[in-house]
Structures are given as structure tokens and as C-alpha cells.
């Protein structure tokens, strides 16, 4: 991993930030180019992945169906949204990371959203909403429900890998 510390931070603006670059070979992906923000002094942090190759805009999709789903790697750059069924959706934009994670990961990412907005509501109505889906997340990780994984990528530096992941051209 190549590092080059105190750069200004676009945050704190401060002479903090480190910045770090990573290759890493992905099995049935290829190269990636892993990319990194971390201020230690105000804690801001970015990261992206890009393909060491260019990739044409894809959409996968997977249905998790059982725990052994639960570990399958994803790789998610920061252009893509990313829409699990009926609970929620990631979408990309000025503060979106990309990242190398696993279903599960990708889950619990949003579950801490769900968490948050939980705590959060004002009206009764939102945080049952909020349960509710939380509830539909806990049974998918336990096993016991299915959910639809759909990631739509223009860079194409996305991928779910699984033999049981679908690739289509993103129209």
C-alpha cells in the first residue's frame, strides 16, 4: 500500500489527511484500485474502488437465499446504487465511498441507516416503519427470508461474485 501523509484537508483544512492507494487481485473480477481519505484530525474519511481496466456499465442482481449468501463478495464503487428490495437503497453521490465488502456488509450498512432513522423519527408511524424493515433484515441474516440484491454501476467498477449473480449491460 502506498501512503503520502500531511495533505490539507478539504474538511478541517487542516495538514492531516493521509492519502492511500492499494492494489488488490479480486478472483473473477481482476485488479483493483483501492483509494483512500483519512483526516486524523477531524475524522473525515472518503475511499473508492475502481477496475484496473475499463469496465462497460453493468447491473447485477442476486437473491440472497440462505446464510451461506451472506458471505459472497461485493464490490461497490462509488458511482453505483445499490437497492435491496423493499428495505432501502444506496445511492450514489457527493459523500458515496466505494468499498470491498461482503453481502452481510452490505446489509448491515443499511441497517445502521434503518437504525438511525428508528432513533430519529418524530411520528410513531416512521419508527414502526422502521421496525418493520428492521425485522425483514433480521430474518434475512438468520436465514429465514429472501432479499433481492440489484446494483446498478456506470463505471461498471461494481460486481457481485457468485456463480449465481446475474451481469447484464445497464441500458
Same mark, same amino acid.
Given at each position: 500500500?502506498? /501512503?503520502? %501523509? ?11 489527511? &493521509?492519502?492511500? +492507494?492499494?492494489? *488488490? ?45 451472506l ?14 428490495? /423493499?428495505? %432501502? ?11 470491498? &465488502?461482503?453481502? +452481510?456488509?452490505? *446489509? ?28 425483514k ?35
Open positions: 500500500m502506498d /501512503t503520502l %501523509g500531511g495533505q490539507t484537508c478539504p474538511v478541517c483544512a487542516k495538514k492531516t489527511l &493521509t492519502l492511500s +492507494e492499494s492494489e *488488490i487481485e479480486v478472483p473473477y473480477f481482476g485488479t483493483l484500485l483501492v483509494f483512500g481519505m483519512n483526516c486524523s484530525d477531524c475524522g473525515f474519511k472518503k475511499g473508492d474502488v475502481e477496475a484496473a481496466e475499463q469496465k462497460e456499465p453493468c447491473k447485477w442482481t442476486f437473491e440472497v437465499a440462505g446464510k451461506d449468501d458471505s459472497i463478495r461485493v464490490i461497490k464503487s462509488s458511482e453505483a446504487t445499490v437497492k435491496l428490495g /423493499t428495505i %432501502g437503497s444506496i445511492d450514489p453521490g457527493p459523500s458515496s465511498e466505494g468499498y470491498v &465488502t461482503n453481502v +452481510e456488509g452490505l *446489509i448491515t450498512r443499511m441497517k445502521e441507516q434503518v437504525e438511525h432513522l428508528r432513533d430519529s423519527a418524530e411520528e410513531e408511524e416512521d419508527k414502526e416503519k422502521a421496525r418493520t424493515v428492521l425485522k433484515i433480521m430474518r434475512v441474516f438468520g436465514g429465514n427470508d429472501t432479499l433481492k440484491i440489484t446494483i446498478e454501476d456506470p463505471s461498471g467498477n461494481s460486481a457481485i461474485i457468485s456463480d449465481k449473480a446475474k451481469k447484464e449491460k445497464l441500458k
